[in-house]
């Protein structure tokens, strides 16, 4: 594994001199160019008729804007794509970017019969949060109908990324909370994910070993050192999931989001404590190819505690401290009621990733604990 480092706002400015020559897209939020200071970045080529700018609309990717973007796309025909901003703007140009031949871009998506195997332009990707490492990953996620849907290919990666501390600086405490969160979530369910292996450890020890030291400092007392840490342990969980993928707890996040408007991180911390206190009290049904337990005590090391309580403890901490409501009822999610609404949606892919099996009375009894 190269040294991975943050750049900075000129390191971008050469990258983009260099490219000049070319036509290029820059999708983008309206919010987070002009908040995160973003609109530096193409200051000295503002009268320039070779860049365009696609600026998102809805706040979760769906599949109406997303045919937006690829008719952008096509009727611009840009050498270089720029994604610039959080998870989800860098999702929409992933898969945008490689779709722009679908001919049923609804069904291919649900179905799951998309031809994602080559790309329209070369892409760079800037991200203006800390959080779900989509600037490494070959996976993108798009909403149909409230409905998550995953797009997976080699192609989706991004050909270049910048990580540029200065953008992820200026967001709120709520988002650099919710990313935050993501990128330790995504690096914990990576390690004990069945389909983790060596490489994928690795990435999601260094990441944590990040995150754990700097997320709260990077909420309190923000400063470019800290915000550089968070920025590089949200890359490197993004490399251990591209290869080991999520588990339980991101599984079962997308209904809250897409239902009842909970950003991603957030809607992960709901669950990720129970679903590892499961998976640790059925250490001996686990049917990965490597010792859980183990892997359990790199997470109990990491956190600097012996023991799993200690942990469950030390997590509950860490989410209050970063003011994350965990109690549904406040955010408006009645379990009970809307239960089975909300398991329905419940993402299977990543759900089969979990260490050890889970049925539905698991799950009822683990959501509703």
Not at 17 to 43: Q, R
Not at 70 to 99: C, H, M, Q, R
Not at 290 to 313: C, G, H, M, P, T
């Amino acid at each position: 594994m190269k040294n991975l480092s943050v750049t900075s706002i000129d390191d971008f400015k050469l990258f983009l001199k260099k490219e000049s020559d070319k036509k290029i897209l820059i999708i983008c939020g309206k919010n987070s160019f002009n908040g995160s200071g973003a609109n530096k970045l193409f200051e000295d080529f503002s009268q320039s008729k070779k860049i365009t700018f696609y600026f998102k609309k809805s706040l979760i990717p769906n599949h109406i804007e997303l045919q937006d973007i690829i008719k952008s796309i096509k009727k611009f025909s840009p050498n270089l794509i720029i994604a610039l901003g959080g998870g989800s703007v860098l999702d929409y140009a992933k898969i945008a970017n490689t779709l722009t031949n679908s001919q049923n871009l609804k069904n291919e998506l649900i179905n799951s019969n998309y031809n994602a195997k080559e790309k329209f332009a070369k892409l760079v990707a800037i991200p203006t949060t800390a959080g779900s490492g989509a600037e490494v990953t070959s996976n993108a996620v798009i909403y149909i109908d409230k409905i998550k849907y995953s797009v997976e290919s080699k192609q989706l990666r991004p050909d270049y990324f910048f990580l540029i501390p200065e953008l992820v600086l200026p967001s709120s405490n709520k988002i650099k909370s919710s990313a935050g969160f993501d990128a330790i979530a995504q690096a914990i369910e990576s390690l004990i994910s069945r389909k983790s292996d060596e490489k994928s450890k690795v990435f999601a020890e260094k990441s944590l070993k990040l995150s754990l030291n700097y997320f709260l400092d990077y909420l309190n007392k923000p400063n470019y050192e800290n915000t550089s840490a968070m920025c590089l342990a949200a890359n490197l969980s993004g490399e251990a999931i591209s290869i080991s993928k999520t588990t339980a707890p991101h599984a079962v996040s997308y209904p809250f989001t897409a239902l009842y408007n909970v950003s991603h991180g957030h809607a992960v911390s709901l669950t990720l404590n129970k679903f590892l206190k499961f998976n640790y009290k059925n250490l001996a049904s686990a049917k990965c190819d490597f010792d859980l337990n183990e892997r359990f005590k790199i997470l109990f090391d990491v956190s600097k505690v012996s023991n799993f309580d200690a942990f469950d403890q030390y997590l509950i901490k860490l989410r209050d401290n970063a003011k994350l409501e965990n109690n549904f009822e406040k955010l408006g999610i009645d379990i009970n009621k809307n239960y089975s609404t909300i398991i329905s949606s419940v993402n299977s892919q990543r759900l089969a990733n979990n260490p050890v099996d889970l049925n539905l009375e698991d799950l009822k009894k683990i959501i509703q604990s």
